[in-house]
């Protein structure tokens, strides 16, 4: 015969158990790498998604600290300068506001959210006319500093809605 006779029962349940030890203790090991993987996996798509989340709050912070020196500024047009100082700051801060208006316009695009965009675009649109027509050039349209800082405010407030929204 081919295979050894000499063995007694206990010493067949012996390597019967040893190899089905080795099984178990294989399957094992494979179970806790497939884990171990969707863990990962898990971990990377929760950072992913953290990075999104800070990146459109960071955005979204972005956005309404210009609209908020926008309402300031508008606000301080309304009232008139008393001598050339103020008003060379005033336009100094129009200046400021104006060339982060393409900036801010492609921010609120990240934000996903049309509303916040096109009123976003809106309010770009109603400065570069009102910055055009304080530095002597001819605009499409004549806002004045109300008109604008009434469109700055409404944004404000599409803006308090869209962070309950985002929750940023």
Known sequence: MWYNVSMTTSEWFLG?????LGLIAASAIVANFIIHKRNIAASRRIRDEDIDRE?????FREILDWVKRGIGLFSE???????????????????????ER?????AAGELNN???????????????DYFINITGGV???????????????LLLGILYDLKILLKV
């Open 16 to 20: 019967g158990a040893t190899i089905f």
């Open 55 to 59: 990146h459109k709050r960071q955005t």
């Open 77 to 99: 047009y309304q009232r008139g300068v008393a001598n050339r100082s103020e008003m060379t700051a005033l336009e100094t801060r129009l200046r400021s506001l104006w060339v």
């Open 102 to 106: 393409d900036a801010i316009v492609i």
């Open 114 to 128: 049309e509303l916040a965009e096109k009123e976003v675009k809106k309010a770009g649109n109603k400065l570069e």
């Open 139 to 153: 605009a499409s349209t004549k806002p004045t500093a109300a008109e604008c800082e009434k469109t700055f405010v």
